[in-house]
C-alpha cells in the first residue's frame, strides 16, 4: 500500500517562495525515487523534479536555480523560489516504489500554487 499527502499548496506573490511537503506511506514497497510534476490549466502535465535514493536530481530547465527538491526518509520537499506567474499550476507528488519484482508510480491529489500580482 503506498498513499501520499501533499501540503504546502497556496497563493503567493511573485517573487515570493513556497514549500512543498509530500509524506509517502508505503507498507511493504521501497521507495526508489520521490519527485514533483506539475500542470497548468489547459497544459499537459510535466516534471518538475526529482530526486532518487542515492540523492541524485533531475530538474526541467524552466525551474533550474530557482526550486530545489530535497528528500528526507518518506517525505520529499519542494523548496520554491523566485516563483513566477508561469509556476502557477497544480503540483503533485510521485513515488515510484517497488515490492519484489513489481515497480509501480503512485500519485498524491495534488496541490494548488497560485501566483498573484
Known amino acids: 500500500q503506498v498513499q501520499l499527502v501533499e501540503s504546502g499548496g497556496g497563493l503567493v506573490q511573485p517573487g515570493g517562495s513556497l514549500r512543498l511537503s509530500c509524506l509517502a506511506s508505503?507498507?511493504?514497497?521501497?521507495?526508489?525515487?520521490m519527485g514533483w510534476y506539475r500542470q497548468a490549466p489547459g497544459k499537459e502535465r510535466e516534471l518538475v523534479a526529482t530526486t532518487t535514493t542515492g540523492g541524485r536530481t533531475n530538474y526541467v530547465d524552466s525551474v533550474k536555480g530557482r526550486f530545489t527538491i530535497s528528500r528526507t526518509k518518506n517525505t520529499a520537499y519542494l523548496k520554491m523560489d523566485n516563483l513566477k506567474p508561469e509556476d502557477t499550476a497544480v503540483y503533485y507528488c510521485?513515488?515510484?516504489?517497488?515490492?519484489?519484482?513489481?515497480?509501480?508510480?503512485?500519485w498524491g491529489q495534488g496541490t494548488q500554487v497560485t501566483l498573484s500580482s
Open positions: 510521485n513515488v515510484r516504489a517497488s515490492r519484489d519484482f513489481s515497480t509501480s508510480d503512485y
Open positions: 508505503a507498507t511493504f514497497y521501497s521507495i526508489n525515487a
